[in-house]
């Protein structure tokens, strides 16, 4: 696996197939497909920064890069692309063997380009949409989290205010002496010409008579707009002031009513306001919500407390009366959004649905982040909140503005991207018929993204056949436009080469091509495409069965790459390369992303949206959560995530992602209990609840949205949230546990079983 981690480290790109099937046939039977998972702004120290614009291909606009083919003498580069010559320019003119430039480095497969010498940068924008439809304390808490989160802001970004329940209130901050708010009706819709004229956006300059209205290039004066967001430095006193004073939505909520909250129309407001002012600037419209939507376009349940909110079993059956005009509500608001280059974030925070199931779209195509937890005091959302605007070690490095463009050889094309991005419906030769995710196009839009965001291409190879062995390696190359998080415009251009395989049809040929593809399978890379294109099926497909896809998958994959004699199943054996795949797919099947009985709609959308957005690293541990055993007997280790590594004498650490769980056996919990760790003599006691503790808070501390702790104990009720993901080797009908061990309830199969089943039928 070490090679391809190394991979990484250089281009920011994992592949399940580093060999490529050289043809049609031969991707297709390879099971998963010809993909790769690429994190655009992944940092790398030794990556130099260019500070000139790239040297494009006059024919297909390829970069000049490592795998170009260069005369000197003759001053001429040749495109591995298109093969097209193209003459160096006159400041090139000193290139020979001796002196290149960097992108021609063969090191240097990842390059950026900043050719935007003092351009002046836009500040980043911040629009804040507050849900007032809580209980008191709930709102203590979001206001006094919100009020640090201001004195983290930079100093020149620009700041709005938004807050909703019954109504729409849009706090003119711009005039603190006399606090100002313009007030618009919760059930109704505004576009943005009604929303300019009712905030007197026209008093002092009249309304341009044509053209669209944007920023103060295009019919606004700056002073109109800066009665509304201002400068964080300017305005933090007029904004703690606004909600020191906030109050609890005032209109009365009948007792079999739940309350009126009008989240689409504060959004719709919210985007109408940034398009209007700030167009195509680094703008974030961060979303506090606190309950269900019941008013506007985007309710997803009615007032009466009599109907339940809709689950997953309302939405099989088609019997969710809300979901589909919300799903089209916010599909239109996406669109807005990444038109105008903008983000949705959305921090969602109650112990009922909020919509989240609904609101997927608009965040994820606008590459806005996501947190859910069960209250505003809860640390999952105080610490996740406070990171968004951390510097320092820990920073999400968040970008904006990004396009990200590829380039092929002849013979590949791409499919569609599973992740936080929107079509720019290019279309042209590189595009397959076949559409997954975003597809039809080779061009997308980024509005946001992090230093970790990485987004999944799938490719179609169209070669039919092949008539000879040796062929040319395929490249690719990635181009990442973005807004780099100082304010400089960038380039990143990334081209990678992998070879292809495929003989004639011979079987020693075929048995050489197999042998070769098992060496460049990267099974994590593998597992994580095959968990996204689940989800991605689960959610688009209707009548979609996920655990037999994932099934009929594996077992193809089994019976293509095994080594063993027809009908013996004792005879089955699986190369390294291969071995661990099983066994994360056995983890998928009873993962949150398959199962989604006990989760409600809400919660599968927002591990599906994580899942979609993080690396493959990230996303292996949420398939397969990571066990680590402490114990006297030894230092820290890991174990197999089995029931059988539950002792009474050892500490467990799990980490699921989502949460991390720190489980004591019971004889531990006992002298816990007891006090021991605070008695002189037994330090290594405390030294061992310590251990678990402070790599716990390690985990805790790298990761967004930040993870729930739970620490619990052997036979305790929170125990549940580590018994739920270990493999059942012991279950209630089967024999007797170890000493001081666990038994789980469940009448799931053991990966024992699974394994033996996998190889009867792969053998066939």
């Known amino acids: 696996m070490s090679e391809f981690m190394d991979l990484e480290s250089q281009d920011g790109v994992r592949m399940p197939w580093n060999v490529i099937p050289g043809t049609k046939q031969e991707s297709t039977n390879s099971v998963v497909p010809v993909s790769a998972i690429y994190t655009p702004i992944k940092p790398f120290p030794s990556m130099p920064v260019l500070p000139y614009a790239p040297l494009r291909c006059r024919t297909c606009r390829s970069v000049l890069n490592p795998f170009s083919t260069v005369d000197y003498a003759a001053k001429i580069w040749i495109c591995p692309f298109c093969f097209t010559r193209n003459h160096f320019p006159p400041h090139y003119a000193s290139i020979s063997d001796e002196n290149l430039p960097a992108e021609l480095f063969p090191q240097y497969t990842t390059i950026e380009y900043d050719s935007s010498i003092e351009k002046?940068?836009?500040?980043?924008?911040?629009?804040?949409?507050?849900?007032?439809?809580?209980?008191?304390?709930?709102?203590?808490?979001?206001?006094?989290?919100?009020?640090?989160?201001?004195?983290?802001?930079?100093?020149?970004?620009?700041?709005?205010?938004?807050?909703?329940?019954?109504?729409?209130?849009?706090?003119?901050?711009?005039?603190p002496s006399v606090p100002k708010t313009y007030i618009f009706k919760g059930s109704k819709d505004v576009n943005k010409e009604q929303l300019l004229e009712q905030m007197s956006f026209f008093l002092k300059k009249p309304k341009p008579a044509t053209g669209v209205i944007a920023g103060p290039r295009d019919g606004?004066?700056?002073?109109?707009?800066?009665?509304?967001?201002?400068?964080?430095?300017?305005?933090?006193?007029?904004?703690?002031?606004?909600?020191?004073?906030?109050?609890?939505?005032?209109?009365?909520?009948?007792?079999?009513?739940r309350a009126t909250r009008c989240t689409s129309t504060a959004l719709s407001v919210a985007a109408s306001l940034l398009g209007a002012c700030v167009p195509g600037s680094g703008a974030r419209i961060m979303a506090f919500i606190g309950g269900p939507s019941t008013e506007g376009q985007g309710a997803i349940v009615s007032k009466n407390l009599s109907e339940p909110i809709r689950s997953h079993k309302d939405l099989d059956k088609d019997s969710a009366p809300h979901f589909h005009k919300a799903v089209k509500f916010y599909e239109g608001l996406s669109k807005q959004l990444v038109n105008q280059g903008h983000v949705l974030d959305l921090f969602a925070c109650a112990l009922d649905q909020v919509g989240i199931a609904e609101l997927k779209i608009a965040v994820e195509r606008t590459g806005g982040l996501v947190v859910l937890a069960e209250s505003f005091g809860h640390s999952v959302f105080k610490d996740s909140l406070r990171r968004v605007f951390q510097s320092g070690d820990y920073e999400l490095g968040l970008?904006?503005?990004?396009?990200?463009?590829?380039?092929?050889?002849?013979?590949?094309?791409?499919?569609?991207?599973?992740?936080?991005?929107?079509?720019?419906?290019?279309?042209?030769?590189?595009?397959?018929?076949?559409?997954?995710?975003?597809?039809?196009?080779?061009?997308?839009?980024?509005?946001?993204?992090?230093?970790?965001?990485?987004?999944?291409?799938?490719?179609?190879?169209?070669?039919?056949?092949?008539?000879?062995?040796?062929?040319?390696?395929?490249?690719?190359?990635?181009?990442?436009?973005?807004?780099?998080?100082?304010?400089?415009?960038?380039?990143?251009v990334t081209t990678l080469s992998r070879r292809w395989v495929a003989g004639p049809g011979s079987l020693q040929a075929s048995f050489s091509v197999q042998h070769e593809l098992i060496a460049g399978f990267d099974q994590e890379a593998a597992a994580v495409v095959m968990a996204?294109?689940?989800?991605?099926?689960?959610?688009?497909?209707?009548?979609?069965?996920?655990?037999?896809?994932?099934?009929?998958?594996?077992?193809?994959?089994?019976?293509?790459?095994?080594?063993?004699?027809?009908?013996?199943?004792?005879?089955?054996?699986?190369?390294?390369?291969?071995?661990?795949?099983?066994?994360?797919?056995?983890?998928?099947?009873?993962?949150?992303?398959?199962?989604?009985?006990?989760?409600?709609?809400?919660?599968?959308?927002?591990?599906?949206?994580?899942?979609?957005?993080?690396?493959?690293?990230?996303?292996?541990?949420?398939?397969?959560?990571?066990?680590?055993?402490?114990?006297?007997?030894?230092?820290?280790?890991?174990?197999?995530?089995?029931?059988?590594?539950?002792?009474?004498?050892?500490?467990?650490?799990?980490?699921?992602?989502?949460?991390?769980?720190?489980?004591?056996?019971?004889?531990?919990?006992?002298?816990?209990?007891?006090?021991?760790?605070?008695?002189?003599?037994?330090?290594?006691?405390?030294?061992?609840?310590?251990?678990?503790?402070?790599?716990?808070?390690?985990?805790?501390?790298?990761?967004?949205?930040?993870?729930r702790l739970v620490i619990c104990d052997q036979h305790g009720s929170q125990a549940r949230f580590l018994l739920a993901k270990l493999n059942p080797s012991a279950t209630y009908n089967n024999e007797a546990p170890l000493p001081g061990g666990d038994v789980i309830f469940t009448d799931d199969v053991s990966f024992e079983v699974f394994l033996d089943h996998l190889q009867r039928l792969a053998v066939q």
């Not at 400068?231 to 009948?254: G, I, R, T």
């Not at 006990?598 to 541990?621: G, H, Q, W």
Request: aromatic share 10%.
């Open 220 to 257: 606004l004066s700056t002073e109109s707009i800066a009665r509304f967001l201002l400068p964080a430095s300017d305005c933090e006193f007029a904004l703690n002031s606004v909600l020191e004073e906030l109050q609890k939505d005032p209109w009365p909520v009948p007792a079999d009513q």
């Open 532 to 707: 996204r294109l689940v989800s991605f099926k689960m959610e688009s497909e209707a009548e979609f069965d996920p655990i037999r896809w994932l099934d009929k998958s594996l077992i193809h994959m089994c019976s293509r790459f095994g080594d063993y004699q027809k009908d013996s199943p004792s005879s089955f054996s699986l190369s390294p390369r291969f071995s661990i795949f099983p066994q994360f797919m056995f983890h998928l099947r009873r993962s949150q992303f398959v199962q989604v009985f006990n989760n409600s709609p809400d919660e599968t959308a927002y591990f599906r949206m994580i899942l979609n957005r993080e690396n493959v690293t990230n996303s292996v541990v949420m398939i397969q959560p990571s066990l680590i055993s402490y114990s006297f007997h030894s230092g820290p280790e890991p174990a197999l995530l089995d029931v059988a590594a539950i002792a009474a004498d050892r500490i467990l650490l799990l980490d699921a992602y989502f949460t991390v769980v720190i489980f004591h056996g019971s004889t531990i919990a006992q002298w816990r209990k007891a006090g021991y760790q605070d008695l002189p003599e037994h330090q290594a006691f405390a030294q061992l609840l310590q251990a678990p503790r402070d790599d716990g808070d390690q985990i805790i501390k790298e990761r967004f949205p930040v993870p």
């Open 120 to 175: 002046p940068t836009s500040p980043p924008v911040f629009i804040f949409v507050v849900d007032t439809c809580m209980i008191e304390e709930e709102l203590s808490f979001l206001k006094s989290a919100l009020s640090q989160a201001l004195g983290l802001l930079p100093d020149h970004s620009l700041v709005g205010l938004i807050t909703f329940g019954t109504f729409v209130h849009v706090h003119e901050l711009g005039f």
């Open 399 to 492: 970008s904006s503005n990004g396009i990200f463009e590829i380039n092929f050889s002849k013979d590949v094309k791409v499919q569609g991207i599973i992740g936080p991005c929107a079509s720019l419906e290019k279309k042209g030769p590189l595009c397959s018929d076949t559409v997954v995710g975003q597809g039809n196009t080779s061009a997308w839009k980024m509005c946001g993204l992090d230093k970790a965001t990485s987004l999944c291409l799938i490719f179609e190879i169209v070669k039919k056949e092949i008539p000879d062995a040796t062929v040319q390696p395929t490249s690719n190359q990635f181009y990442f436009h973005y807004q780099h998080s100082s304010g400089q415009m960038r380039l990143r």
